[in-house]
T-cell receptor, first 115, second 110 residues
Framework: DTAVSQTPKYLVTQMGNDKSIKCEQNLGHDTMYWYKQDSKKFLKIMFSYNNKELIINETVPNRFSPKSPDKAHLNLHINSLELGDSAVYFC??????????????FGSGTRLTVV | KNEVEQSPQNLTAQEGEFITINCSYS?????LHWLQQHPGGGIVSLFMLSSGKKKHGRLIATINIQEKHSSLHITASHPRDSAVYIC????????????FGTGTRLQVFP
């Protein structure tokens, strides 16, 4: 069974559209993340949720809205897509024990292409 | 300047060679991760270190907290080791945020 699964794997859409990427983890982890990998392959955090609570919200346009219905799911909704949103988006999860964060597991990524 | 720097950016090797990839960081950290990204795009966590050294198969990771430096070694490299290796740190305690290096692209030729 896939530990962190993202859907869809590929997404091609036109500018101005609204789209969602879904992420689910079956590891029992309490923290989930969205990371963006740009065209130069550089990864940067966008959001993190811990037990459905938003913990990290980096400088990301308001058009990006994460939603966590429960601690096993973290979806990413993007409004009014722009060309610059084209990237690979990775979902990840981890578990926190005290002050330490363990077990980072990444999804396989969603390649978003905006045309 | 990026908070996490890796060297080299690109590395080619012949099968069987010993590989070293270096990572230096400028922030206080609680842990450091070494990640592997294959051409297909998936990211796998290889190691998480907060001190000392860890070994898994042909992979060895070390960290020197005082010098803010970590190395990833691959012994007896193989073409299937070809991938991008990424160093990422968790910047301090009570944060889960990973700060990534720019990655090292490794190609191992038969």
């Amino acid at each position: 069974d896939t530990a962190v699964s993202q859907t869809p794997k590929y997404l091609v859409t036109q500018m101005g559209n609204d789209k969602s990427i879904k992420c689910e983890q079956n590891l029992g982890h309490d923290t989930m993340y969205w990371y963006k990998q740009d065209s130069k392959k550089f990864l940067k955090i966008m959001f993190s949720y811990n037990n459905k609570e938003l913990i990290i919200n980096e400088t990301v346009p308001n058009r990006f809205s994460p939603k966590s219905p429960d601690k096993a799911h973290l979806n990413l909704h993007i409004n009014s897509l722009e060309l610059g949103d084209s990237a690979v988006y990775f979902c990840a999860s981890s578990v926190r024990t005290g002050t330490f964060n363990y077990g980072y597991t990444f999804g396989s990524g969603t390649r978003l292409t905006v045309v | 300047k990026n908070e996490v720097e890796q060297s080299p950016q690109n590395l080619t090797a012949q099968e069987g060679e010993f590989i070293t990839i270096n990572c230096s960081y400028s922030v206080g950290i609680s842990a450091l991760h070494w990640l592997q990204q294959h051409p297909g795009g998936g990211i796998v966590s290889l190691f998480m270190l907060s001190s000392g050294k860890k070994k898994h198969g042909r992979l060895i990771a070390t960290i020197n907290i005082q010098e803010k430096h970590s190395s990833l070694h691959i012994t007896a490299s193989h073409p299937r080791d070809s991938a991008v290796y990424i160093c990422a740190v968790i910047g301090g305690y009570n944060t889960d945020k990973l700060i990534f290096g720019t990655g090292t692209r490794l190609q191992v030729f038969p």
